[in-house]
């Protein structure tokens, strides 16, 4: 079983909902993530949190919103998305400063586009 | 910028040994992961080397050459359940944020 849990695990919205998709993990990670997967790609990374602050953006656009409300959530809003942003949405967290610095990845959010 | 090269795809038979190698271009190295993926589901974690040589752990080792910028993953005693998507990872020196690339999936046949 993971340790970072996502919901929900498959989600389907208009180009005019407003949705959320939702993360958790308690290893006390202080570094968490969100990486978008389109199929037969690999993770691209959208955004970073470092004690709850957000410390990098990608260049994702403005429809696609963070938040980190503590250190063991992590939401990223959606709104007015189009259908070319359906994908596997990971989340991941790590602990910044430790010797790896491993990801643990959740099952990620399936997301359909209509 | 980063640059990581793999393969697209390898076959392999059950119970054989193959290696999945991976080159990349970087600024700021701070480590190699290798992350093994199966269809629908999360990478999972399998290997880290930020110094050259060869790390072993079980049927699965990893080999790092910082200056030829080159990595592999070596897969033994193959099995089915090892069809799967494997993929190569450097670090950035911040932020312990990974670039990925293109994955390399593997197909064990009996």
């Known amino acids: 079983d993971t340790e970072v849990t996502q919901t929900p695990k498959h989600l389907v919205m208009g180009m005019t909902n407003k949705k959320s998709l939702k993360c958790e993990q308690h290893?006390?990670?202080?570094?968490m993530y969100w990486y978008k997967q389109k199929a037969k790609k690999p993770p691209e990374l959208m955004f970073v949190?470092?004690?709850?602050?957000?410390?990098i953006n990608e260049s994702v656009p403005s429809r696609f919103s963070p938040e980190c409300p503590n250190s063991s959530l992590l939401n990223l809003h959606l709104h007015a998305l189009q259908p070319e942003d359906s994908a596997l949405y990971l989340c991941a967290s790590s602990q910044p400063r430790h010797n790896t610095g491993e990801l643990f990845f959740g099952e990620g959010s399936r997301l359909t586009v209509l | 910028g980063q640059n990581i090269d793999q393969p697209t795809e390898m076959t392999a038979t059950e119970g054989a040994i193959v290696q999945i190698n991976c080159t990349y271009q970087?600024?700021?190295?701070?480590?190699l992961f290798w992350y093994q993926q199966h269809a629908g589901e999360a990478p999972t974690f399998l290997s880290y080397n930020v110094l050259d040589g060869l790390e072993e752990k079980g049927r699965f080792s990893s080999f790092l050459s910082r200056s030829k910028g080159y990595s592999y993953l070596l897969l033994k005693e193959l099995q089915m359940k090892d069809s799967a998507s494997y993929l190569c990872?450097?670090?950035?020196?911040?932020?312990?944020?990974?670039?990925f690339g293109k994955g390399t999936m593997l197909l064990v046949s009996p």
């Open positions: 290893m006390g990670h202080r570094a």
């Open positions: 970087t600024s700021g190295f701070n480590g």
């Open positions: 949190y470092s004690y709850e602050k957000l410390s």
């Open positions: 990872a450097v670090k950035r020196e911040r932020y312990s944020t990974l670039t």
